[in-house]
Nanobody
Framework: QVQLIESGGGLVQAGGSLRLSCAAS????????MGWFRQAPGKEREFVAA????????DYADSVKGRFTISRDNAKNTVYLQMNSLKPEDTAVYYC??????????????????WGQGTQVTVSS
C-alpha cells in the first residue's frame, strides 16, 4: 500500500517555474514506478511524466518535453516534478501516482492504482 501527498502547486506567470513534490508513505515506494498526471477543467486526466523505481528511466508527454523534469529521492520517499517555462495551457490539477510495482515506466493512468489528492497549478498569461 502507498499513500501519496502532493505539494508545491500555486499561481505563477507564464514563463515561470514551479517544483511539485509528492511525499509517499508505505514500504513499497522505493520499488514502485511513479508518475505525474494532470487534469484541466472539462478534460480527461492525461499523462505528464513517469520514472522507474530506481530513477534510471523516465518518459514525458510530448507537450512537456524539454520543460519538465521528473526525479525521485528514495531515501526521502519523495518524487518531484520540476516545471520550467510554464504556459497557460499547463494549468491543471496535478496528481502523483504509483504503480506499486518495480518494473516499467507506465504511461497510462489505468496502470496506477495509487493516487494523491492533487495540487492546483495555475499559469497566468
Amino acid at each position: 500500500q502507498v499513500q501519496l501527498i502532493e505539494s508545491g502547486g500555486g499561481l505563477v506567470q507564464a514563463g515561470g517555474s514551479l517544483r511539485l513534490s509528492c511525499a509517499a508513505s508505505g514500504r513499497t515506494f522505493s520499488s514502485s514506478a511513479m508518475g505525474w498526471f494532470r487534469q484541466a477543467p472539462g478534460k480527461e486526466r492525461e499523462f505528464v511524466a513517469a520514472i522507474s523505481w530506481n530513477g534510471g528511466n523516465t518518459d514525458y508527454a510530448d507537450s512537456v518535453k524539454g520543460r519538465f523534469t521528473i526525479s525521485r529521492d528514495n531515501a526521502k520517499n519523495t518524487v518531484y516534478l520540476q516545471m520550467n517555462s510554464l504556459k497557460p495551457e499547463d494549468t491543471a490539477v496535478y496528481y502523483c501516482a504509483a504503480t506499486g510495482l518495480r518494473f516499467g515506466v507506465p504511461l497510462t493512468r489505468y496502470e496506477y492504482p495509487y493516487w494523491g489528492q492533487g495540487t492546483q497549478v495555475t499559469v497566468s498569461s
